[in-house]
Antibody, heavy 119, light 108 residues
Framework: QITLKESGPTLVKPTQTLTLTCTFSQFSLSTNGVVLAWIRQPPGKALEWLAL???????RYSPSLESRLTITRDAPKNQVVLTMTNMDPVDTATYYC???????????WGQGTLVTVSS | DIQMTQSPSSLSASVGDRVTITCRAS??????LNWYQQKPGKAPKLLIYAASSLQSGVPSRFSGSGSGTDFTLTISSLQPEDFATYYCQQSYNTLPYTFGQGTKLEIK
């Protein structure tokens, strides 16, 4: 059974950089066709796709946030890291990592981690 | 970006009812449309992918249809565990992937 779990700070100050880690099991990000995603959801609002990282280390970002996002992988550790710079209170959200099927839809999700941006 | 609009935004129904939720895309997305169910405090769960394919383990009372710009999610006979918020998501060839605003399904 594929599992994913997000970890990172629960509170960050405005202008700080957020670093989130997704630790996964029962698959390898080195396997052809595997793609992982980050998605967020502000409290009471809809889901927003943020980034993808592919088995071949290709990366894709949401255009509206691309200048602030970096997604990287540590394949031997089965981890993917998302960094978001210049955090703002509007970035307060639950951040999810998800396994994607063919990079198209999200078939396994982590439990999510709530990040609050406040001074 | 492709905009996804769901209707209704909220819906009250009773156990046993047949329910349909609609999702409309701002441009044609072929059948690159997926549906998720989310319960409070939980991660979304994939129900339907590619407009009409049922994800493994999802009850057959859930079905999806549509192509182009108009799509529907149907629950044939509502069960108590189906009361949740439902989201559509497009995965057409051009990023970003986008989600609808959600449809909250409540008990009447």
């Amino acid at each position: 059974q594929i599992t994913l779990k997000e970890s990172g700070p629960t509170l960050v100050k405005p202008t700080q950089t957020l670093t989130l880690t997704c630790t996964f099991s029962q698959f390898s990000l080195s396997t052809n066709g595997v793609v992982l995603a980050w998605i967020r959801q502000p409290p009471g609002k809809a889901l927003e796709w943020l980034a993808l990282i592919y088995w071949n280390d290709d990366k894709r970002y949401s255009p509206s946030l691309e200048s602030r996002l970096t997604i990287t992988r540590d394949a031997p550790k089965n981890q993917v890291v998302l960094t978001m710079t210049n955090m703002d209170p509007v970035d307060t959200a639950t951040y999810y990592c998800a396994h994607t099927k063919a990079g198209r839809f999200f078939d396994y999700w982590g439990q999510g981690t709530l990040v609050t941006v406040s001074s | 970006d492709i905009q996804m609009t769901q209707s209704p935004s909220s819906l009250s129904a009773s156990v046993g009812d047949r329910v349909t939720i609609t999702c409309r895309a701002s441009q044609s997305i072929s059948t690159y449309l997926n549906w998720y169910q989310q319960k409070p405090g939980k991660a979304p769960k994939l129900l339907i992918y590619a407009a009409s394919s049922l994800q493994s383990g999802v009850p057959s009372r859930f079905s999806g249809s549509g192509s182009g710009t108009d799509f529907t999610l149907t629950i044939s006979s509502l069960q108590p565990e189906d009361f949740a918020t439902y989201y559509c998501q497009q995965s057409y060839n051009t990023l970003p992937y986008t989600f609808g605003q959600g449809t909250k399904l409540e008990i009447k």
